[in-house]
């Protein structure tokens, strides 16, 4: 059964830049027809699509985001990355990693809360 | 830039009855494109519908999703305890976009 699970700093300060890893189980990153992907929402909020990369590495960005995003992809490690650069308190969020076709969001990972403030 | 409006903002309903949450886009949305999750307090979304009318794997059958165009809805036929939650609607463009969610709570 494919398992996603994020990881990553729980706490970051505001400029600086947040990163996490997913890592992937039970499945391969390079499998086709899937993307790999981040969303993420607020505390108390809705969901908020950030990026996708594809094994090969092609990415696709939120144009409100894409300025500010790097999603990287280790195919030897099953795991795919996100960076977001100065980051503020409104990048407060629970952060999720997730696998998907191009429509629609298959498997989710149980997310990871990460705070920005100093 | 297509927008997703969900309705009602809260649906407060008792077991066994009926619930009928709507999700509207402000362009035409192909039916292809658009899906429904729900989501429990402290947990990561679960896909339910597909292709506006395709249950996920595991979905019992009192899930349904109907729509085309702009407009499109998610029907609880019998809502049971666990049902109560936050559902969004979702649709893909260019980019995956969420509805802002409907929360059914217990009257």
């Known amino acids: 059964q494919l398992q996603l699970q994020e990881s990553g700093p729980g706490l970051v300060k505001p400029s600086e830049t947040l990163s996490l890893t997913c890592t992937v189980s039970g499945g391969s990153i390079s499998s086709s027809s899937y993307y790999w992907g981040w969303i993420r929402q607020p505390p108390g909020k809705g969901l908020e699509w950030i990026g996708s990369?594809?094994?090969?590495?092609?990415?696709y960005y939120n144009p409100s985001l894409k300025s500010r995003v790097t999603i990287s992809v280790d195919t030897s490690k099953n795991q795919f990355s996100l960076k977001l650069s100065s980051v503020t308190a409104a990048d407060t969020a629970v952060y999720y990693c997730?696998?998907?076709?191009?429509?629609?969001?298959?498997?989710w990972g149980q997310g990871t809360l990460v705070t920005v403030s100093s | 830039e297509i927008v997703l409006t969900q309705s009602p903002g809260t649906l407060s309903l008792s077991p066994g009855e009926r619930a009928t949450l709507s999700c509207r886009a402000s362009q035409s949305v192909s039916s292809s494109y658009l899906a429904w999750y729900q989501q429990k307090p402290g947990q990561a979304p679960r896909l339910l519908i597909y292709?506006?009318?395709s249950r996920a794997t595991g979905i019992p059958d009192r899930f349904s999703g109907s729509g085309s165009g702009t407009d499109f809805t998610l029907t609880i036929s019998r809502l049971e305890p666990e049902d109560f939650a936050v559902y969004y609607c979702?649709?893909?463009?260019?980019?995956?976009?969420f509805g802002p969610g409907t929360k059914v709570d217990i009257k």
């Open positions: 292709g506006a009318s």
């Open positions: 997730a696998r998907h076709l191009r429509p629609t969001v298959t498997n």
């Open positions: 979702q649709q893909y463009g260019s980019s995956l976009l």
């Open positions: 990369i594809y094994y090969s590495g092609s990415t």
